[in-house]
T-cell receptor, first 120, second 111 residues
Framework: GAVVSQHPSWVICKSGTSVKIECRSL??????MFWYRQFPKQSLMLMAT?????????EQGVEKDKFLINHASLTLSTLTVTSAHPEDSSFYIC????????????????FGSGTQLSVL | GEDVEQSLFLSVREGDSSVINCTYT??????LYWYKQEPGAGLQLLTY?????DMKQDQRLTVLLNKKDKHLSLRIADTQTGDSAIYFC???????????FGPGTRLSVLP
């Protein structure tokens, strides 16, 4: 199956610093990538949809100047949490949409392993 | 609007069958998916079913789809402790253009 690599797995930073999270599709080209946020024991909250070469589409209530998304290629999207504060502490998950070719031609979502961000 | 609902918790004993239910709203969903999330990890695609199918079986997993009632279920036979996780169902409205996830069902397997 398709693999999505997300780094780092966890990061601790001081309040006011910026943190960059990378999401790579390793063996397929992703038509679209998505960024989610997940609070403990809660479901996924879609933050933004990222298409290669164009601006990301942010969900209502998500600050685009706070959460910068860059999708420079069909295999890489980055999320930068700018001037992070303790309330930004959360589990961030990326996913990439594509066809893995193993079975069926339908596009599927493949997820990264997530990044636990803790802002002190 | 698009909405996917699931019960939030399910507890079963090891060796029993687990049935996780999901209801969705968009009849244009071409595929419906089940994902598994273990603690501190991303989501893993478990299985999926095409909307014109009623059932799909994959080893211990059986997916049933009632398109008329917009009801999807995942049955796990011979549930093991390693099956303890959160299970998300997802619909794909707009003929597959979007993915909409349910809130997730937390499955606890008791020894």
């Amino acid at each position: 199956g398709a693999v999505v690599s997300q780094h780092p797995s966890w990061v601790i930073c001081k309040s006011g610093t910026s943190v960059k999270i990378e999401c790579r599709s390793l063996d397929f080209q992703a038509t679209t990538m998505f960024w989610y946020r997940q609070f403990p024991k809660q479901s996924l909250m879609l933050m933004a949809t990222s298409n290669e070469g164009s601006k990301a589409t942010y969900e209502q209530g998500v600050e685009k100047d706070k959460f910068l998304i860059n999708h420079a290629s069909l295999t890489l999207s980055t999320l930068t949490v700018t001037s992070a504060h303790p309330e930004d502490s959360s589990f961030y998950i990326c996913s990439a949409r594509g066809v893995d070719g193993s079975a069926g031609t339908n596009e599927k979502l493949f997820f990264g392993s997530g990044t636990q961000l803790s802002v002190l | 609007g698009e909405d996917v609902e699931q019960s939030l918790f399910l507890s079963v004993r090891e060796g029993d069958s687990s049935v996780i239910n999901c209801t969705y709203t968009d009849s244009s969903s071409t595929y419906l998916y089940w994902y598994k999330q273990e603690p501190g990890a991303g989501l893993q695609l478990l299985t999926y079913i095409f909307s014109n199918m009623d059932m799909k079986q994959d080893q211990r997993l059986t997916v049933l789809l009632n398109k008329k009632d917009k009801h999807l279920s995942l049955r796990i036979a011979d549930t093991q402790t390693g099956d303890s996780a959160i299970y998300f169902c997802a619909e794909t409205p707009n003929y597959g253009q979007n993915f909409v996830f349910g809130p997730g069902t937390r499955l606890s397997v008791l020894p």
